[in-house]
């Protein structure tokens, strides 16, 4: 969860960002547009006066110049030639372009009074030119009048070009002033530009990492979500996904649940890192195995030791088998981790859909129920039918029905003897429960697992712990010393803090001698967090009792590791003991195990010895203590005090000899 908060708040806090930078990327372009605008306007505007009016005043001025000159020399080349007709055609010409052109420039906005003072000039030559004309119709034309009309026409027309000169020089003037502000104008708009496209350049960078980031930190999201950190494959939750979709799809298909056996003892003797490191061969392994399968297969991480197969193509038992009896070949080799060898093994569940369920939830439970239905040794995989959802009811009838056996006084224990190996005398005895269920004995094999697992344990484990308490202190009473009675210690009990002070609160309110007391503790639980085993069994021996290893040889518990725990007994499991006598290599185990157990001083039981070969066995290898049918079957309280209360010494049990 702290994994997944923190990317969470970055990206909350990165949004704020974005936002933030998106409005002033919109404020900088709202801005810049406004601006643009503004000043092509003002470029517009004057650009507008020079090529609606300047530019236009100059060119018509430019005519009206050209015209006055074309009118003057008119007048020369009539002086010239005397040709009257061509004169007055031709001056007639230039003056209506004189005229026109004056209109125009007064149409493009030149004032009044300059029109007037140029028309004022212009008549003045007019007038010149019309007594030029009449001198020269004259018969007795004076030439020197002639030269002096002439003259004076001339220097009207210079003074009209002179105040057209001035015009054009005040309009070129404008014209310049205007086309230099445009040009500012203009590089101001340039400049404005590129400083805002550097800006926006800049704000799009950050965008664009902000985008990335947070697209990275969904990224990181989603695999949190949906993907197993360890070894990279989809989880549960992308399990479930892909089952609904397929369940919306009307697809078939199987799911197939692998759950490696015994992954807490492999963690709990070689630590978690090193557990990692099995999980992650063990993928690797699988998926080795579905890529030369002819189905198509997706391998998820379902829990901490089980994986998940999803088979898309085909949910054909044969293929199934098929496949289920590929993947259990995991046992044939050991496996080589680090500098490890170890045997490794796997439970597999198969459900098929749609015909034993359609739900992703029904699918995995269905699986799952099919793993723990494998109980059988040697099964190593199993279909998931509709027998088990006839168990799964049996095992929730079972739980209610125990919810209320405690309070109805339904148990008893059952005692079984364990005897010298030497002269087969009783030296203790291991209590055993049962449930007296409908009148009828039930064993723990069938209701301890469920009491486990609803959390039952803990009350059904005090009471057995009192009871064998008070048989002991009612033996006690009796002068029955000489028999040390072994209490099963489930894993929850062991790893309950308050579990050694209940224990020695208990044997003193029996008032026995702690040493009369046992504890069994199987491989398994002493496997968890071995740290916190050894300080929890220092404790307990604190008090006196004695601690023995129960089901010895089936875990995984290293020699260095047994070394420190502060363990008095050793139970050789049964699996070693049976047919001692015929297999070589449970002798061989029983052997080593009887050595090591004697050179840390520890006392050796062998457990379920059946027959007489078995116990000679182990009575020449020098074996402490033996237990099992050959010698006597658990039996009921009263049934068991008898036996001892007969026997003087208290032991023999001839009926087994
Ligand atoms: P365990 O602690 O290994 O107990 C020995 C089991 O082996 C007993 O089964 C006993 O009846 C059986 N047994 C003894 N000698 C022989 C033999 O020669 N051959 C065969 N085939 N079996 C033999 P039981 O009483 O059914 O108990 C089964 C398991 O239930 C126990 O295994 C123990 O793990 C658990 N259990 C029993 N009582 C308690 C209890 O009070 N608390 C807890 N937590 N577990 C208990
Ligand atoms: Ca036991
Ligand atoms: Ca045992």
Not at 173 to 191: G, P
Not at 306 to 331: D, G, I, Y
Not at 337 to 366: A, E, F, H, W
Not at 635 to 657: D, I, V, Y
Request: with cysteine; charged share 25%; net charge negative.
């Amino acid at each position: 969860m702290a994994q997944t908060g923190t990317p969470k708040l970055g990206s909350k806090h990165m949004a704020k960002w974005m936002f933030a930078a998106f409005l002033l990327m919109t404020a900088m372009l709202a801005s810049m547009s406004w601006l643009s605008v503004k000043t092509g306007f003002m470029v517009q505007e004057d650009s507008r006066e020079m090529v609606e009016r300047h530019i236009p005043e100059l060119e018509t001025i430019g005519f009206l110049q050209r015209a006055l000159s074309n009118r003057v020399n008119q007048l020369y080349l009539y002086y010239a030639t005397t040709e009257r007709q061509a004169y007055l055609s031709g001056s007639r010409l230039e003056d209506d372009k004189i005229d026109h052109n004056i209109d125009h420039l007064i149409k493009l906005g030149i004032s009044d009074q300059d029109a007037l003072a140029l028309r004022t000039t212009l008549t003045k030559m007019q007038l010149h030119a019309d007594r030029f004309d009449r001198e020269m119709t004259r018969p007795d034309s004076d030439w020197d009048r002639l030269r002096e009309h002439l003259s004076d026409a001339q220097s009207a027309a210079i003074d009209a070009q002179g105040q057209l000169d001035l015009w054009q020089a005040s309009i070129r003037m404008i014209t310049m002033q205007d086309s230099e502000s445009a040009l500012t104008e203009v590089d101001r708009l340039a400049q404005l530009l590129s400083g805002f496209t550097i800006a926006i350049v800049v704000v799009s960078l950050f965008v664009l990492v902000a985008l990335y980031s947070r697209l990275k930190d969904r990224d990181q999201l989603f695999r949190f979500a949906f993907y197993d950190s360890l070894t990279g494959l989809p989880n549960r939750r992308s399990l479930e996904d892909a089952l609904q979709q397929t369940q919306q799809e009307g697809e078939s298909g199987a799911l197939v649940l692998l759950k490696l056996e015994r992954y807490p003892l492999i963690t709990g003797t070689y630590g978690h890192a090193f557990g990692g490191e099995v999980i992650q061969h063990i993928g690797k392994w699988i998926q080795e195995k579905l890529r030369v399968s002819p189905c198509d297969a997706i391998l998820y991480r379902y829990s901490d030791d089980t994986w998940a197969v999803q088979l898309t193509c085909s949910n054909e038992p044969e293929h199934l088998k098929q496949l289920a009896c590929s993947l259990a070949t995991m046992s044939n080799d050991p496996f080589c981790i680090g500098d490890r060898l170890l045997n490794l093994s796997v439970k597999i569940g198969i459900t098929r859909y749609p015909q034993d369920g359609s739900d992703s939830d029904r699918l995995m439970r269905n699986a799952d129920a099919a793993i723990h239905a494998l109980v059988a040794p040697g099964r190593i995989y199993r279909f998931y039918d509709a027998e088990l959802t006839a168990r799964t009811q049996r095992w929730l009838a079972t739980e209610s029905a125990l919810r209320n056996a405690l309070s109805d006084d339904e148990f008893e224990l059952f005692y079984q003897a364990k005897v010298t190996a030497n002269g087969a005398q009783v030296a203790g005895a291991e209590a055993l429960i049962r449930w007296r269920r409908n009148g009828e004995l039930v064993s723990p094999g069938e209701f301890i697992p469920v009491a486990e697992q609803s959390g039952l344990i803990m009350p059904l484990g005090n009471w057995v712990l009192n009871e064998a308490c008070r048989q002991l202190a009612q033996w006690q009473a009796r002068g029955i010393t000489g028999c040390p009675v072994a209490v099963n210690v489930s894993a929850q009990q062991f790893q309950d803090s308050s579990f050694p002070q209940l224990v020695a609160d208990t044997v003193a309110h029996h008032c026995i001698h702690p040493g009369l007391l046992e504890l069994e503790i199987t491989e398994e639980v002493a496997a968890s967090d071995p740290q916190r085993v050894v300080d929890t069994m220092k404790e307990l021996k604190a008090s006196g009792v004695t601690i023995a290893m129960d089901d010895f040889g089936t875990g995984y518990s290293s020699l260095s590791y047994l070394k420190r725990l502060p363990i008095d007994t050793l139970k050789i499991d049964r699996a070693f003991v049976s047919n001692l006598d015929k297999v070589q290599d449970n002798a061989a185990i029983v052997d080593m195990i009887l050595a090591l157990a004697h050179q840390g001083g520890l006392k050796v039981v062998a457990e379920g010895v059946e027959t007489e070969a078995e116990y000679r066995v182990l009575q020449s290898k020098r074996c402490d203590l033996v237990q099992g049918f050959l010698f006597s079957r658990p039996e009921p309280a009263a049934q068991f005090t008898l036996k001892l209360c007969q026997s003087a010494e208290p032991a023999g049990l001839q009926e087994a000899q």
